[in-house]
């Protein structure tokens, strides 16, 4: 059951149960149809409610490559034409996919995990008897997912697989270059590995996490009320959330530069953007999903394209005009 209460001291609303796949699906078609939803569901409640189902993650974004997932759960890339590991005729229905440095982690519709690319550090060495995997996040040389049970599991590069003793049951996981960040169930952000920037110092009046991203040396929160967050290195503005922002039901950190898909469907970058990763394009439709490489970005839009744009030495955003992740 999820329970949102009305805040008293001021406007907004605040989540506090943690089962929201229903209403996660109801904002997905809300976007994908066009269509409002009237009453305080539509107008109140789902502009707050910025979770995403974390086994659902149809784009993934890496220096060569773009990936994505069509309704029926085959993968398509986009990118170097070079040999990259990943089987795009599986068997297995794929959910999510996350891209690292050099490897690619897939977790298909059944729960479970496999990784392909450059295994230097075990970053693709999945433990034996891991079970049901519901979320998983690539970093530059280490792999985190979350079990069906909440355990987080972590291999690789170990400086950024130091799992904090006593964590607990976990929802959701991001990682980036040399660190990993959880949110718990009770929804407290957790951040531990490299910390040479500050990307896991969790401000100590952060509220209750549904969302995070990753970047390079730096962290994103969405919280309960869709507000943003972001500490970390902010050489180049990555983590200057804009003021006028609004609530916020994604967010997605690549290299140096962050991108928020506000509740209305617009999509707003912000950070280092030399080649243009934070140049949303003009007249962009309404955006239901958005992943951030080290230097460009996609997006899905609510009629199932996907729209690239920034760095494109490697072909990663000649994503076809025709190409729809669904009809």
């Not at 996660?24 to 305080?40: F, K, M, S, V």
């Not at 409640?45 to 086994?55: D, E, G, M, T, Y």
Request: proline share 6%; hydrophobic share 40%.
């Amino acid at each position: 059951m999820v329970i949102v209460r009305l805040e008293g001291r001021a406007p907004g609303f605040r989540v506090v149960g943690r089962d929201l796949h229903h209403l996660c699906l109801l904002i997905a078609h809300r976007n994908r149809t066009g269509q409002t939803t009237p009453g305080p569901c539509g107008e109140k409640i789902l502009q707050f409610l910025a979770v995403r189902n974390p086994s659902k993650c149809p784009l993934a974004a890496t220096s060569r490559w773009t990936w994505a997932i069509s309704s029926s759960g085959r993968l398509a890339c986009f990118g170097a034409a070079v040999d990259h590991g990943v089987p795009q005729n599986m068997v297995s229905p794929v959910s999510c996919i996350s891209a690292g440095l050099a490897h690619t982690c897939v977790l298909t519709q059944s729960g479970e995990l496999s990784c392909y690319g450059d295994n230097t550090v075990g970053q693709c060495n999945i433990p034996a008897n891991v079970g049901r995997v519901v979320a998983v996040a690539a970093g530059f040389y280490h792999t985190a997912a979350v079990k069906a049970c909440g355990e987080l599991i972590c291999f690789g590069a170990p400086s950024s697989c130091n799992v904090p003793p006593g964590l607990g049951p976990v929802t959701a996981v991001a990682a980036g270059q040399q660190h990993t960040c959880v949110v718990t169930t009770n929804g407290q952000l957790a951040c531990f590995g490299g910390n040479s920037r500050g990307q896991c110092e969790v401000p100590p009046n952060l509220g209750n996490v549904v969302a995070v991203a990753a970047g390079l040396s730096h962290t994103c929160a969405v919280q309960a009320d869709g507000s943003l967050v972001c500490f970390g290195q902010n050489e180049h503005g990555q983590c200057d959330v804009p003021a006028n922002l609004g609530p916020v039901t994604a967010v997605a950190a690549g290299f140096a530069h962050t991108c928020a898909l506000k509740a209305s469907g617009e999509l707003v970058c912000f950070g280092r953007s030399d080649s243009g990763q934070c140049s949303v394009p003009a007249g962009l439709d309404a955006v239901v999903a958005v992943a951030a490489g080290p230097h460009h970005t996609c997006a899905m839009t609510s009629h199932g394209y996907v729209v690239c744009f920034g760095d494109n030495r490697f072909g990663q955003c000649n994503v076809p005009a025709e190409f729809r992740l669904y009809a």
